[in-house]
């Protein structure tokens, strides 16, 4: 099993330019994750997938975010146009169901400067 | 939102002795899940116990949970170094989306 596969692993940024991340879920996971990392604290959730569809992106801002999951297996996370305050890591989990453990990508580091 | 808070902020423990850290939560839940992190690093998923398990055990991991108090606790015994990261408790309310804490801080010095 190949795991939660997300690229870049970093990004560097000037503000006001776009940028987007991959992500490509464990085969068969369903449920796929987009979440924000800041240094020291948890993960916050900005938008979960069930196959195709989102069904939760009520933390995603929408102004400057988006994210797509087209035919329900890997997906992508956009901001355009970024902001100093975007800096994070962007991590991508998936899950077979709802209710069970998520894997997790390693990640993409963005610098917004 | 965060609903899990994880108690002790940090811990710096010496290598061979036990680490516990704990979590407390607000509202009800389907189960409460542990993840370790290693710096700059994804989160691995370590151990998921449901609302109605008061114990469950994996390796050198031992987690409780009491439903009555919010709370869970968890104990890695025998610490060694590479067990060095963050931990965090999340739990999982009635529409499968993680409220994660803020993690713990283990420092294992050899």
């Known amino acids: 099993e190949a795991g939660v596969v997300q690229s870049p692993r970093y990004k560097i940024i000037e503000k006001k330019q776009p940028v987007a991340f991959w992500c490509n879920p464990i085969?068969?996971?369903?449920?796929l994750y987009w979440y924000r990392q800041n240094l020291g604290q948890g993960p916050e959730l900005l938008i979960r997938?069930?196959?195709?569809?989102?069904?939760?992106d009520s933390q995603l801002p929408k102004d400057r975010f988006s994210a797509e999951r087209l035919k329900g297996v890997d997906s992508t996370l956009k901001i355009q146009p970024a902001e100093l305050g975007d800096s994070a890591v962007y991590l991508c989990a998936s899950s077979r169901t709802g209710d069970d453990g998520y894997t997790f990508g390693s990640g993409t580091r963005l610098t917004v400067v | 939102s965060q609903q899990g808070e994880e108690d002790p902020q940090a811990l710096s423990i010496q290598e061979g002795e036990n680490a516990t850290m704990n979590c407390s939560y607000k509202?009800?839940?389907?189960?409460l899940q542990w993840y370790r992190q290693n710096s700059g690093r994804g989160l691995v998923h370590l151990i998921l116990i449901r609302s109605n398990e008061r114990e469950k055990h994996s390796g050198r991991l031992r987690v409780t949970l009491d439903t009555s108090k919010k709370s869970s606790s968890l104990l890695i015994t025998a610490s060694r170094a590479a067990d060095t990261a963050s931990y965090f408790c999340a739990t999982d309310e009635s529409n499968y989306q993680l409220i994660w804490g803020a993690g713990t801080k283990l420092i294992i010095k050899p």
């Open positions: 085969s068969g996971h369903n449920t």
């Open positions: 997938y069930e196959n195709e569809e989102a069904v939760d």
């Open positions: 509202t009800s839940i389907n189960n």
